[in-house]
């Protein structure tokens, strides 16, 4: 959702527009980096000049998939936001550029989202989408065993994390610079509840998707590359002698060698189970002031009419648990532990999917009739 | 088929609107919005005189107000928005009409709307009047670096070329007999993105060799080197000038 | 003895034992020879995955050979003259969409020279000048994607010509093109007195156009002769998957020049 003019006061746009700056400019060093290495790796000369047309392309590719239509059910439909796409494809930093420039020139060329919010909706939708879902997926990533799978599975869960992130962001924008007098608990709840509705599915989107182009181009996949075969003669009929002794190859890096990953991966879980249950019991402190107006002015109906509001873990709080904090904490860790289960369950699905497909006939499906 | 998207709000025109530099068009309308944005929403007075401003710079570039009004549509969702929050704001209530609505929920959403609106009055004048090509060559000449108005106005040059590829992935699909119709389907459409992507990266792989083909090293040459004039920085600095004294009325009064 | 001073004797092209592996292991030249005089037009012919575009992304350095060399009118293509040898290679590429990325025409076509350093009189003077070799001159401030393929193809012709290349590197320079289209671009590329290397499957064009031709099959070079000869052998053509259109007989056609 793109912040218009006057949503957000004219201090904080500022600050948040000098720390967009600050970002992409980051980033614009850090895309040349990334950038340099990725695909088929054209030896010569690489680097600073490959940036400007592959992140033009890619943010062109971000631009037209979020017009791709993912229908839900009874007409509605959902678009992709690329952010975690866009961090675990081609890496965080051109990520960020990517979307911010998406950005721009939404706000510039087509009146999407207020010029003085530029800062605002690139802090929130560019960076803090790109560089949690990018984070979350490298812990994932590092942790799980190396396969393309856990590719897949960690792709999920930084989708899934990095859009109720952004949600979050958007809170503490509000909360320092919002003009109007909305409480900030009403407002987090709001904004999270919606956002985990969008971010399973933007979660699924992004695995999917990552996981069709790991099928046919691995090696474009930042993080995911491939390994190279030493160099082979064969003899030209033309040629007045042959060589056919093979040259080795200069390329081919050694893998990193592999380490024992389970203590890596439980502490881990523990550090997220901690992180969610502290984060959610400290955030709780400040009560909601949603269901007090809302059973006080009797509007109940309104203004609880987000869709979250049958789950058990609705406005992030688990019913028939007296201590608030307490009650928050714990659907913080049921939270994470959900997620951990889902996407073991995607990691699941797809490694016996890859078993029982060869990768190599997966790809002409990409075309689109592929495997309903 | 266009030159990127810009050509649907684009409007071919000689007015003195069309012929100003476009950084100076930009610095303009952001200093607008931001003198907007400024403003006490208890001076609604002050917002009327903005729309009077907007108008009489839509008037000079000769913009139709019916081609001006139908561009505001694409704040509707924050009308929406606007509209829930006197349910939802805290503090001291009125009623009205049967319903209890917060006193500065109201004010919340009158400013949202006026400020939004005028937001996207100025950055539609703008879009109406610049074209897309000026419009990146004034970013970069106010300062903003050359790589991210490259990769901008790649993002531009390529972004029909990649819409039509994926308008021709969904004919094909079609024309297969698929047509996505839930959750069931995502994977299918999933990896259509995923070929879209492909197709895109190594397009801009096959880009970047046509470019090193030609010596390129990683910055345009510069070619044009299009300056304004000081009559020029006075025309435009006009509307940001008069929002100005508007804005400092507003705050005195 | 220095390589730039040997420029007007050597041959245009010479490429000796180049071979290349992808970085995801696959193996594309297995070691090709081959050598371009000055003025000489000729096709190079092979079936899909033959590895004709790896070795045409060699000849102006974009992949650096895996072993073997490629040297341009005696230049060696290395790291320390990749502006020189990339001035003097012009490739046309398959697409035009990917080749004009520029906004008009009459940018995209001063590319190249505006990266070499040229500004001003002269750099408008070479830009009109390859603009009028392929007959665009009208079209230099129009965008790229409002012209038809045909003439997408001719500017892209044009941006490299612009560079006043040693050797003009076409990728399938026919494909797309209708007859009127592809009967113009034969007809500029005759008129022009650069070396010419042409990558095609179209072997009537290649006919038309060059006096001789190269095979590339499987990553080795396993034919190279005059045109007419090779595509007149029915067995090597039957061997490399290299396929005469229906009614079409080399043997009737008489060669121009």
Known sequence: MHVPDGFINAPVSVATGAVAAAAVAVSLRGARRELAGAGAGQGVGAGAERTAPLAGLVAAFIFAVQMLNFPVAAGTSGHLLGGALAAILVGPYTGVLCVSVVLLMQGVLFADGGLTALGVNITDMAIVTTVVAYAVFRLLVKVLPRRRSSVTAASFVAALVSVPAAAIAFTGIYALGGTAEVPIGKVFAAMVGVHVLIGIGEAVITALTVGAVIAVRPDLVYGARGLAKPLELRTSPLAPEGAGTPVPAAAAAPAAPRRSVRPVWLAGVAAALVCAGGLSYYASASPDGLEKVAHDQGIDAKTRDHATKDSPLADYSVKDIADPRLAGGLAGVIGVGATLAVGTGVFVVVRRRRNAVPARNAGPAAEGTGNA | ?253 | MDPLSTATTAPSLAVSGLAYAYPDGHQALFGVDLTVARGERVALLGPNGAGKTTLVLHLNGILEAGAGSVAVAGLPVAKQHLAEIRRRVGIVFQDPDDQLFMPTVREDVAFGPAAAGLRGAELDARVTEALDRVGMADFADRPPHHLSFGQRRRVAVATVLAMRPEILVLDEPSSNLDPASRRELADILRSLDVTVLMVTHDLPYALELCPRSVVLSGGVLVADGTTQELLCDEELMRTHRLELPFGFDPRSVTVPG
């Not at chain 2, 088929?1 to 409007?11: E, P, T, V």
């Not at chain 2, 607008?32 to 006490?40: D, E, K, N, Q, R």
């Not at chain 2, 400020?115 to 879009?127: D, F, M, N, Q, R």
């Not at chain 2, 970047?208 to 004039?229: C, E, F, K, N, Q």
């Open chain 2, 1 to 253: 088929m266009g030159a990127g998207h810009a050509h649907k709000l684009y409007r071919h025109g000689h007015s003195p609107v069309h012929a100003l530099p476009a950084h100076c068009k930009i610095a303009a309308v952001f200093c607008f919005v931001l003198i907007v944005v400024s403003t006490p929403r208890e001076a609604v007075w002050a917002f009327g005189l903005y729309a009077l401003l907007i108008a009489a710079a839509a008037v000079a570039a000769r913009v139709p107000a019916g081609f001006l009004l139908k561009r505001l549509l694409i704040e509707v969702p924050f009308v929406a928005f606007a509209v829930l929050m006197p349910f939802v704001a805290e503090g001291p209530r009125i009623h009205a009409l049967g319903l209890s609505l917060s006193e500065s929920g109201l004010w919340g959403a009158w400013n949202i709307l006026a400020k939004g609106t005028l937001g996207v009055a100025a950055s539609v004048l703008l879009a109406a009047t610049t074209e897309l090509r000026e419009l990146l060559l004034g970013l970069q000449r106010l300062r903003m670096p050359p790589l991210l108005v490259q990769i901008a106005s790649f993002m531009i040059r390529y972004g029909d070329v990649i819409t039509d590829e994926m308008r021709r992935m969904r004919i094909a699909r079609l024309s297969r007999g698929f047509e996505a119709r839930g959750v069931r389907h995502w994977g299918v459409l999933a990896k259509s993105a995923g070929a879209l992507f492909i197709r895109s990266y190594e397009r801009g792989e096959r880009v970047h060799l046509a470019m090193v083909s030609r010596g390129y090293t990683g910055t345009l040459p510069v070619i044009d080197a299009t300056t304004a004039t000081r009559t020029q920085w006075t025309r435009a600095a006009a509307l940001p000038l008069a929002a100005l004294a508007v804005c400092l009325l507003g705050w005195t009064l």
